[in-house]
């Protein structure tokens, strides 16, 4: 009986005294990683700060902006937010600012997935040429193209039309080297096995290619409509005309109204809500996205 008890208490024992001589450890970890944390906590706080003073004077309508005073208020008011919805303008620049996004998004994901499987899987003369000359393509500033590009789309009658504003975003570079090298590693066999089963390139393409690609589709759909939901420097350009404007440019243009300070933080904060919602949902593809484009 004193064996089988000593057998039992033992176990127990060297484990406790493991536990024991972890502490020490797991302690020494601690305050080792605390500077960092509380680094990173400076750094959070710094960075949501915009937004809170965004959200908080949108808040106090018709009251001068003291600072800090204004950042702690005694009162709230949404009335800045209804004069914002009953504009006349504001609306109609969501409005833009969404058919801008959607649209470039849905046709950037279909021109560069079928540019990526054709670059991918397919054979033909001068590809590897073709592909690299457009890779070598995005080292080139994007704003050396705006004029070339403004003065393509006026002689083409573009300017002040949304069509001008959304075609030349179409073709994404970017989009379709991602594509192309996520396609490359869907195996062979599968597009065989299509083409033994009499399947054509469309079919092959919507059914084999298409399904194959959903995560890399879903990060550059997040990529790309958060890029053109807060594109400014075209949509500027392209569109003088105030009804044609999206809500970025529209943003800038209050300010030299004299439009009270509440009322555009009350736009900025509509302005942001999309794009917040659209980072919560797809959030774990736009971390993959940014970790994919390292890789690449």
Do not use: C
Not at 93 to 122: C, D, E, R
């Amino acid at each position: 009986m004193m064996s089988e008890t000593a057998a039992t208490v033992l176990p127990v024992s060297s484990e406790r005294t493991r536990q024991l001589s972890r502490r020490p450890h797991a302690l020494r970890t601690t305050r080792r990683l605390l500077p960092m944390h509380l680094l990173l906590i400076v750094i959070a706080v710094l960075t949501a700060f915009p937004f809170y003073a965004m959200v908080i004077i949108s808040l106090q309508p018709g009251q001068p902006i003291q600072m800090p005073q204004s950042l702690f208020p005694t009162s709230i008011s949404f009335d800045a937010f209804a004069d914002t919805l009953s504009s006349r303008n504001i609306p109609r620049w969501a409005v833009n600012s969404a058919i801008y996004s959607i649209v470039s998004t849905f046709f950037v994901l279909l021109f560069a997935s079928m540019a990526g499987y054709a670059f991918a899987k397919k054979r033909f003369l001068g590809r590897e040429m073709i592909f690299w000359v457009l890779v070598a393509m995005l080292m080139i500033p994007y704003h050396l193209t705006i004029i070339p590009q403004y003065i393509l789309v006026g002689d083409l009658g573009g300017l002040n039309t949304m069509w001008g504003m959304l075609v030349p975003t179409l073709a994404n570079t970017s989009a379709m080297f991602l594509m192309r090298q996520f396609i490359h590693g869907i195996p062979d066999e599968l597009l065989d096995a299509a083409k033994i089963d009499g399947a054509g390139e469309f079919r092959i393409y919507w059914s084999i290619i298409l399904p194959q690609t959903k995560p890399i589709m879903a990060t550059l759909a997040t990529f790309v409509f958060l890029a053109h939901w807060n594109d400014f420097l075209w949509p500027m350009i392209s569109q003088q005309s105030a009804e044609n404007h999206v809500l970025t440019v529209g943003l800038n243009t209050l300010q030299e109204e004299q439009v009270p300070l509440a009322t555009i933080m009350a736009a900025a904060v509509i302005s942001f809500v999309p794009t917040f919602l659209v980072f919560i949902f797809f959030q774990r593809y736009f971390v993959r996205g940014v970790m994919m484009s390292g890789l690449k």
